[in-house]
């Protein structure tokens, strides 16, 4: 917050900033999903392997 404080101080709002936060925001929560979604999914897939290997 300080950095973005200082960075609009001197050269004024730039919208360069703001897509860059957003960007960050977006990824940080899009990485947090995917970790979730694959502790949860992987058993399921895990289980579903198991069971195709099993009929070949």
């Not at 050269?11 to 703001?18: A, D, H, Y």
């Not at 979604?37 to 392997?49: E, F, I, K, N, R």
Request: charge should be positive; avoid cysteine; charged fraction near 10%.
């Amino acid at each position: 917050m300080v950095l973005i404080a200082v960075w609009t101080k001197r050269r004024g709002f730039n919208g360069m900033i703001l897509r860059a936060i957003l960007s960050g925001i977006s990824l940080g929560l899009a990485s947090g999903v995917a970790g979730v979604a694959g502790y949860v999914l992987s058993p399921v897939v895990s289980t579903a392997g198991d069971a195709i290997v099993g009929l070949l």
